[in-house]
């Protein structure tokens, strides 16, 4: 399996390449050069496996004995998932009214980027000790990816990790989980701006390509193609869990309803579907509705400003995977992908090519929920049900609340649930509700912390080359200490 860039300027890379990569030279992203096309007969073999069986499966395929053995890939992604709460690693639970919620949230940071990030950490580790090599990851981070990332690579000997992180803009618990980690090759800063603020310096100094190889720079944002390749296991589990037969001839479809901020999820949903899978896509967003006024109006184009929400993990202006959703619904056009994009970057705004809009509209259905809506959804889920949602999970739920309030659902409907309500106790009191809080969260508020802060009028892009430089000198002094 090879994998080429969006934007088609880029050398064609295997996994490990795509892996390492972040993103691609000419600043596309990577994709798999052909989809394989999964058979009915295929997708019933598959109905009856487990969570980590459909990882297993899907990494088969887009992998390759060559890179990673069988058994050998079994093994990484066994021990991936051996630290999450629940058996199934992922649950559905069926609740009241043809409500199907995903619990993608049973990981160590209650959040679904565990379920991508720790696989994505034991395919680094495998490589990395076979070269002897060494990587310096950069994760900027509105809430959950910093705290997932951070625990899948803290105390590994062969990463460091810098996340930076919004100051003010995610919860309190968010922040805690990331800046309670004291391990040495674990570095935070707290910066003074929202999260599309504090990618500008990590595409910066990205973009200077020299520096990256220098300093073998990689990024675990979902801009990795390895986090979109574990997210398509949601979806596929989703359909397994929901559809209600598998007898009949075509297989009967399902909608999973999306909740997404950079569009990670969305963008495996849309690979999953070309691949075979008989879903209908719903993407629900918060107040900040870029990707519901593209799929809606064709109108790629930022609004002024990032507004907070009850939501914070979806207040992204930028969703970088649209642009692999672009290119897959384009017929892999890397001409059409890159003109827009490079316009988007260079004006902020772009209307989508009428047959481009109209093939988004086609694979995808879309809404954006109030922070109203959001508490409403919390406080009806716990009335009908004694189950708490977290925001993001209700603004999922939001959309099927409407939709059974017009008829019945004709299809079954699964709502991704992306985080566990613990993290998010001030939207649980918004609506009206009591946290529940698990004791490991409650522990953190003991814990010491360790945070630098990035502030308005310091070169952001500077701070980060300098730590990055730091720990390539230690890196060097750990390896001449070792020889001696």
Known sequence: MRYISTRGMAPRVDFEGALFSGYASDGGLFMPEELPQLSTETLRQWSTLSYPGLVKELCTLFIGPELIPRDVL??????????????????????????????????????FKDLSLCCTAQFLQYFLEKKEKHVTVVVGTSGDTGSA?????????????????PKGHCTKIQELQMTTVLRENVHVFGVEGNSDELDEPIKAVFADVAFVKKHNLMSLNSINWSRVLVQMAHHFFAYFQCVPSLDMDPLPRVEVVVPTGAAGNLAAGCIAQKMGLPIGLVVAVN????????????????????????????????????????????????????????????????????????????????????????????????????????????????????????????????????????????????????????????????????????????????????????ISCQQRGHFLNALE
């Not at 609740?95 to 990981?107: D, F, P, Q």
């Not at 990332?149 to 992180?165: H, T």
């Not at 809009?357 to 922070?371: F, I, N, P, Q, Y």
């Open 74 to 111: 079994n093994g990484l992604i066994d021990q991936a998932f051996s630290r999450f709460r629940h058996r199934e690693v992922v649950h559905l639970s069926r609740l009241r009214n043809g409500l199907n919620v995903l619990e993608l949230w049973h990981g160590v940071t209650y959040a």
């Open 287 to 470: 107040r900040n509705d870029i990707i519901h006024r593209t799929v809606q109006q064709g109108n790629f184009s930022l609004s002024e400003a990032v507004e907070q929400t009850l939501a914070s993990a979806m207040d992204i202006q930028v969703p970088y995977n649209m642009e692999r959703i672009f290119w897959l619904l384009s017929g892999s056009n890397s001409q059409v992908t890159r003109a827009l994009m490079e316009q988007f970057e260079r004006t902020q705004s772009v209307s989508l090519p009428k047959e481009l809009h109209s093939k988004l509209s086609g694979a995808v259905t879309s809404e954006s929920v109030s922070d109203e809506a959001i508490t409403q959804t919390m406080a009806r889920c716990w009335e009908e049900n004694k189950y708490l949602l977290c925001p993001h999970s209700a603004v999922a739920v939001n959309y099927h609340y409407q939709q059974t309030e017009q008829q019945p659902p004709s299809l079954p409907r699964c709502c991704l649930a992306p985080a566990s309500a613990a993290k998010f106790p001030e939207a649980v009191l918004a609506a009206g509700l009591t946290p529940e809080t698990p004791a490991e969260i409650l522990a953190l508020e003991s814990k010491g912390t360790r945070c630098t802060p990035m502030r308005k009028g310091d070169d952001w892009t500077l701070m980060l080359r300098n730590t990055i430089e730091d």
């Open 149 to 165: 990332a951070i625990e899948s690579v803290q105390g590994a000997k062969n990463m460091d990790i810098i996340v930076l992180l």
